[in-house]
């Protein structure tokens, strides 16, 4: 009896010892592998962990006491998302990314929840994020457009959250963002820093084409945004209307880099209907004809191209509309019709500034075609013409009427073909008075200037009354004139332009009178008024009939819009008679 109960406390010891040292536990017990301390195998049963509610992901509970770090458990029914947990000795910490192997699809408006971890969008359509606490910290679901160029997945928080502190997050397509619950909120995990109004189209980005981001801003924007065209060639196969909401910069993401070519389309490559900038890009026809650049198509509003080349079409650049345009920093070459026309009919008030702009072999570099009214500033351009019936500057005045400004200054031209065309500063309409043309490398400059010459005059200027200022009389056979923006009547000119300017008036010849030892004063006056005298200048003659020779320089002030000159005198004695025989009368502004 004593053996028996002592060889059943070996084998209780012995059994003992081998659970002490490994345990195997399901199909084929005796097998097992030589690293493990616990295997479980079996073809159709699991592995079944305790299973408990978290509550949050910095407690302990529901279990109790000091939990040792690496406690595994799996949550369900809790606060956190369902799933495994191990405690790493301050919090909870998912043991993996929940639901990072399946893929959940979403095509419309709706709600997300927790457990969908991955999702692919596609279509127009804003998806909310599930409702989180600071029991979710950690964690991150993962969603990304794979719609169409025209798509776009709105993400938005549950409730109160934010997402890095907006309220929306945009993905265009083939955008994915990771979003990570921390604090109530969800972060981006990794933010790009780019903003929702800048869309760049390149060949791996979520626009491939001009065509196709202005198809999806059509649809979408609510501010003013930017299109950056990264780099290469973007062939233009159809017209891009450009009619949004709001303001438009197409440009290139440095200067050069991105090249617009006509790529079938006919007419013009884009019709802005609504205000567009245009910045650090090259327009090329590559070949075709009759093709434009850019047509500017609406009444009143504003348009910039700056930092560009435009190259062999038809025209470069073409104002429709009664519009307001600046263009600065331009090369324009081998345009066949124009490099920029204004062809705004009887609109009234179009505005251009062009500035910085060079036309190379341009038929006509500037071709004021049709408008009323207009506003045109052409500074430090260069007009470069390779033949000789090629025309800088082209105005054509039967069309292009009333000229509220036209500013032409410090352009230069190489003596090739025509510099400017159509304008007449001899008109006593004063049709083109308000174009101002100075300092011109290669052209005249155009400052208001008259001169009147009188010649054996023999008409009289009787002074009634001494120190009476009387107009000075001669006929008018006798009075040959030139002038540039002054209308010339006889003994009267009169200013056109309506800028005001000072002047200077240089008045030579000769008067005689009947008797001897008189005084005779002259003095330009203005517009009639004796008291607003000029030059003021006292002759003393000596002798009766004798022409006495003078001459004077006079500075003229305060010169205005319709203002008139005329020479005056007076002499100390009354009933004298004086003649002007021969009059120089030179005037010049400043």
């Not at 084929?28 to 079944?48: C, H, M, Q, R, V």
């Not at 799996?74 to 990314?97: E, L, M, R």
């Not at 399946?102 to 971890?117: C, D, F, M």
């Not at 196969?237 to 880099?257: E, H, K, M, R, V």
């Amino acid at each position: 009896m004593k053996s028996q109960i002592f060889l059943l406390g070996l084998l209780i010891c012995a059994l003992a010892a081998q659970v002490e040292a490994q345990v195997k536990i399901g199909d084929n017990p005796a097998t097992i592998d030589p690293n493990s301390l616990l295997e479980l195998e079996s073809t159709n049963k699991g592995f079944l962990p305790p299973r408990v509610a978290l509550t949050s992901l910095s407690s302990v509970a529901p279990l109790t006491g000091a939990v040792p770090t690496g406690m595994l458990v799996y949550s369900s029914g809790g606060v956190v998302a369902d799933g495994y947990y191990y405690w790493n000795a301050t919090q909870w910490v998912p043991f993996i990314y929940q639901g990072e192997a399946s893929v959940t699809t979403k095509t419309a408006t709706g709600a997300l929840a927790k457990s969908e971890t991955f999702v692919i969008a596609s279509n127009d359509i804003t998806l909310t994020l599930p409702a989180i606490t600071g029991a979710d910290d950690g964690l991150s679901m993962t969603i990304k457009n794979v719609g169409t160029h025209t798509d776009q997945v709105d993400v938005v928080p549950s409730g109160s959250s934010t997402i890095d502190g907006t309220t929306v997050s945009k993905h265009f397509r083939w955008v994915a963002k990771t979003y990570v619950a921390s604090g109530g909120d969800w972060l981006i995990k990794v933010n790009e820093g780019k903003a929702d109004n800048i869309f760049e189209v390149s060949e791996t980005g979520s626009w491939t084409t001009i065509a196709e981001v202005i198809e999806f801003l059509d649809l979408h924007m609510v501010e003013p945004s930017v299109v950056r065209l990264v780099g290469g060639e973007y062939p233009v196969a159809a017209t891009q209307t450009i009619d949004l909401p709001f303001p438009l910069t197409i440009q290139g993401s440095t200067y050069g880099a991105a090249t617009i070519t006509a790529g079938g389309a006919s007419g013009t490559l884009f019709d802005c209907m609504t205000e567009t900038y245009f910045k650090m890009l090259a327009f090329d026809a590559a070949g075709a004809s009759g093709v434009d650049a850019i047509h500017l198509n609406s009444n009143n509003e504003y348009y910039e191209i700056k930092d560009c080349t435009i190259d062999g079409f038809d025209k470069g650049i073409v104002a429709l509309s009664n519009v307001e345009m600046w263009v600065f920093e331009l090369d324009i070459l081998n345009a066949t019709s124009a490099g920029i026309e204004i062809v705004s009919g009887g609109l009234s008030g179009v505005s251009l500034k062009i500035s910085e702009t060079d036309f190379l072999n341009c038929e006509k570099g500037i071709n004021l075609l049709s408008g009323t009214n207009p506003v045109v500033s052409i500074l430090n351009c260069g007009f470069y013409n390779d033949t000789a019936g090629q025309i800088g500057i082209n105005y054509v005045p039967a069309t292009f009427t009333s000229l509220s400004r036209v500013f032409v200054t410090n352009n230069s031209w190489n003596n090739t073909g025509t510099f400017m065309e159509g304008f007449d500063f001899t008109l006593a309409s004063g049709r083109d008075a308000n174009t101002f043309i100075k300092n011109n490398s290669g052209g005249q400059d155009r400052n208001p200037n008259s001169r009147i010459n009188v010649a054996n005059n023999s008409a009289t200027t009787s002074i009634t009354t001494a120190g009476t200022w009387y107009k000075a009389n001669w006929t008018a056979g006798t009075q040959t004139s030139i002038t540039t923006k002054w209308t010339i009547s006889t003994n009267r000119i009169t200013y056109q332009p309506v800028n005001r300017a000072d002047g200077w008036a240089v008045i030579t010849g000769n008067l005689q009178v009947p008797s001897n030892n008189r005084t005779i004063s002259i003095a330009i006056v203005k517009n009639g008024v004796t008291t607003t005298r000029f030059g003021e200048t006292d002759l003393r003659l000596t002798t009766a009939g004798d022409p006495y020779q003078f001459a004077t320089t006079i500075y003229l002030t305060g010169i205005g819009p319709g203002d008139y000159f005329e020479i005056y005198c007076t002499s100390s004695v009354s009933g004298e008679t004086v003649t002007f025989r021969d009059v120089q009368w030179f005037t010049e502004t400043k």
